[in-house]
């Protein structure tokens, strides 16, 4: 029987008009792949995630899945979502396949382009246009990304573009140096120095910096053809499901994890009621920048970060699914559950859309009263 956390369970927050359960799904069969996406509001006054499932691209035909579970507003989740694939695709150490790299490079620059004044501006006008209702970025769209020449990059939002300069691109270099992260079958993990990375970008003074108390997680799943990188900030997760066993791909960033709390209190934050300042709950975040400003202080070292940790397992053929998704869900549901409920209903109905079985099991989740 699928087992709840809680005897109540509520996925999101108030609402008077009762939950939304409209859904927003995507399926695809694809470079040996079989994806299904699902996503809902439920009681949440607005819908601030977004999501990628790129099933091939590249070369060597990679494929790119994302969560971005956003928070103070939805522009800073869709920002990402709309661009990452071709901000990393267009990365140098893309291009070598160094993937842990340009999976750390990439999230950094997303921060630098929310710094960037032009930026700012683009996305402040672009606010006002936003849907209720986020449409899942896949292959069947066009590109949203391009590099003009050396100096210039065009970034996409809600149908608009901008073109911006980088002339002193700080994530352009090719440093061999060592950063810390984490690898799930023991790799060490060689890449350049963390503090190469921070991103320099003209100070936004303007009166109102869309990214100052907005950001988003980034969960992202890379798969190549011998290994799966997970890309993690935030508190979003994924998980394997392989002999029978859920794993769980990467940490969620919360004030509660020793590493992250110490960062924390070391840059001079404060946390209260679990969150840092009494306002945000997780520790890494794209976006955020109110607190990424602390003077003296190196990007890695603020109280929130948006570099994040990577993991790399081999990729085998005992490997039945993963499972991505933001808290709201592994708030409601046990992981090992989750996969079972999953792959029971792939076993009872092989050929049962994915998303389908994502759906039913939102419905079961989501609490019909507030």
Known sequence: KFQFKFSKIIMGANS?????????????????????????????????????????????????????????????????????KNVLVNHPSFKTKKYEQALIESFLK????????????????????????????????????????????VLKYQGDCIEINESESSNNNNNENNYN????????????????YYPHSEKDDSNYQIAREMGTTANVVL?????????????????????????????????TLRSEYERIQKSGGHIYNNRIEGKLNLTRAIGDLIFKSQPGLKFYEQSVTAFPE????KRTDDISFIVMACDGVWDCVEEQGFCEEIEKNIRMNPKKKLSDIIAEIFDKLVSKTN
């Open 16 to 84: 008077s008009h009762g939950p939304i359960l409209s859904k927003t799904v995507y399926d695809k069969e694809n470079n040996g792949l079989r994806i299904g996406v699902c996503e809902m509001q439920g009681w949440r006054r607005t819908m601030e995630d977004a999501s990628i499932a790129v099933s091939q691209f590249g070369p060597d035909n990679t494929s790119l899945f994302g969560i971005f579970d956003g928070h103070g507003g939805g522009v800073v989740s869709k920002f990402v979502a709309t661009n990452l």
């Open 310 to 313: 990577i993991t790399k397992i």
């Open 181 to 196: 992260s984490t690898s799930a079958d023991g790799d060490e993990l060689n890449n350049t120095d963390q503090s190469e």
């Open 223 to 255: 798969l190549t053809k011998n290994h799966i990188y997970i890309s993690n900030v935030g508190d979003s997760l994924s998980v394997m499901f392989k002999n029978g066993k859920a794993v769980k791909l990467n940490q969620e960033h919360k004030t």
């Open 110 to 153: 997303f921060d630098e382009f929310l710094k960037n004044k032009e930026v700012n501006e683009f996305l402040v006008k672009e606010q006002n246009c936003i849907s209720e209702t986020v449409k899942i970025n896949t292959e069947t769209k066009s590109p949203l990304l391009e590099n003009r020449n050396q100096n210039s990059i």
